[in-house]
């Protein structure tokens, strides 16, 4: 049996098909504009898909804009007693390398990474402030694959000793939720910095 087919999850007019974190739509602040999703003032909580998914593959586009910080995270399990989608759910970091601080508090920060866990192999893949990347996801059987650009940056396996490990050193290591539903929403991160998104497809696998 074959891989499903490519769903668009973003039809470059509307919100249909995603919710702010724990409301039943979009908040006002996530705009359309240009055939992009836009984030264009802090307060208007992580952007989820309304399905959630398990094994998937994941093609977008994001800009980001200067000094700012974003994200996209994977697996995220929506529920009151988490107040943001990164309480549960991994992410791929969206950021400004050249501007925002968390570029120079180490690799695993810089954009491509899985936040804080795992650095990203290439360290000219991602394009500058202001610039479209595109950002590919492939997560199967516990495993997880980043990539910027066409260029695969990161992979990892999402438990074992390893991932045990890199947890505990992390400033996730207090953190019991995270990264422990194998199934969940995709979000875009409200971080409070202006960000596009756009040409957002995925097939599960």
Same mark, same amino acid.
Request: aromatic share 10%; charged share 30%; with cysteine.
């Given at each position: 049996m074959g891989r499903s087919k490519w769903i668009t999850l973003f039809d470059g007019k509307s919100l249909a098909g995603w919710h702010s974190y724990l409301k039943s739509e979009a908040s006002p602040k996530w705009k359309v504009e240009d055939h992009c999703i836009v984030l264009t003032e802090k307060g208007a909580g992580d952007l989820l898909t309304d399905k959630e998914y398990e094994d998937f593959e994941l093609e977008l586009e994001w800009k980001i804009s200067e000094g700012g910080n974003s994200?996209?995270?994977?697996?995220?399990? &929506?529920?009151?007693?988490?107040?943001?989608?990164?309480?549960?759910?991994?992410e791929m970091q969206v950021l400004d390398n050249e501007r925002h601080? +968390?570029?120079?508090?180490?690799?695993?920060?810089?954009?491509?990474?899985?936040?804080?866990?795992? /650095?990203?192999?290439? %360290?000219?893949?991602?394009?500058?402030? *202001?610039?479209? +990347?595109?950002?590919?996801?492939?997560?199967?059987?516990?495993? /997880? &694959?980043?990539y910027l650009n066409n260029r695969k940056?990161?992979?990892?396996?999402?438990? *074992?000793?390893?991932?045990? #490990?890199?947890? %505990?050193? %992390?400033?996730?290591? +207090?953190?019991? %939720? @995270?990264?422990?539903?194998?199934?969940?929403?995709?979000?875009?991160?409200?971080? *409070?910095?202006?960000?596009?998104?756009?040409?957002? #497809?995925?097939?599960? @696998?």
């Open positions: 994200g996209i995270i994977y697996h995220v399990h &929506e529920a009151p007693e988490f107040k943001t989608a990164d309480v549960t759910g991994l601080p +968390n570029a120079k508090q180490g690799a695993d920060r810089r954009a491509g990474s899985l936040f804080d866990l795992y /650095a990203p192999s290439d %360290s000219l893949a991602c394009r500058p402030a *202001g610039q479209w +990347n595109k950002a590919r996801i492939v997560v199967k059987q516990r495993k /997880a &694959e980043h940056i990161v992979e990892y396996a999402l438990d *074992g000793p390893e991932w045990d #490990r890199r947890i %505990s050193d %992390s400033k996730f290591k +207090n953190w019991t %939720s @995270l990264g422990k539903f194998p199934r969940g929403h995709l979000a875009l991160q409200d971080h *409070g910095d202006r960000v596009w998104y756009r040409r957002i #497809r995925i097939r599960e @696998l």
